[in-house]
């Protein structure tokens, strides 16, 4: 059975109804995902409530990092949601969108510009699927194309984890900086 994780705040901003509305779909359409919600927030007595009639939405509360590594470790793909809000638009590419590409996670978005492009892997080939902002259609759509397709999901996974290592290793941030301000020192 695959699963695939949200881990974040369950706030107004993460648009989490979407996730549920999807979950509502994946479940009319058979498919066997389980969705998992790891975090907490305003909205979580809410969405405890919703969860409550879909057996393929579960909540969990937030982890430490370690505990959440190995979830992800046995997690199958990465959710990164957010409501659909003009500003989200370009700049915004959370830290779980990082947590996912390090754990070698597929990762899929209701997100477009930065984060979109990060997914359309560059040089590293595409590591997940962006859909629009606020279409819980498309999202229920992607995760169960994923959910349907281990192949896709390992190579999306595979190009996940070489867009971490190569592109976000906090040893080459660090020595980047370093060099940074040597420059501006020298």
């Known amino acids: 059975m695959p699963l695939a994780v949200y881990a974040g705040a369950h706030g107004p901003a993460n648009g989490l109804d979407q996730l549920v509305a999807a979950a509502r779909l994946l479940r009319a359409g058979g498919s066997p995902l ?60 959370p830290n779980k969108l990082m947590d996912y590409l390090a754990a070698g996670l597929p990762v899929v978005a209701n997100l477009g510009g930065r984060a979109a492009r990060l997914l359309e892997g560059g040089g590293f080939g595409p590591c997940g699927i962006a859909t629009a902002p606020g279409d819980a259609c498309a999202l229920a759509a992607a995760l169960a194309a994923l959910a349907a397709d281990p192949d896709r999901r390992a190579a999306l996974g595979r190009a996940a984890r070489a867009q971490a290592e190569a592109r976000w290793d906090r040893r080459r941030l660090a020595e980047g900086f370093c060099q940074v301000v040597e420059g501006a020192a020298a």
Request: glycine fraction near 8%; hydrophobic fraction near 55%.
């Open 34 to 93: 389980v969705l998992l919600l790891v975090g907490a927030g305003a909205e979580k007595p809410r969405l405890q409530a919703a969860a409550a009639a879909l057996p393929n939405l579960r909540l969990l509360d937030p982890l430490p990092k370690p505990r959440l590594a190995g979830l992800l470790a046995g997690s199958q793909i990465g959710v990164q949601c957010l409501a659909p809000v003009a500003a989200f638009a370009e700049w915004t590419a």
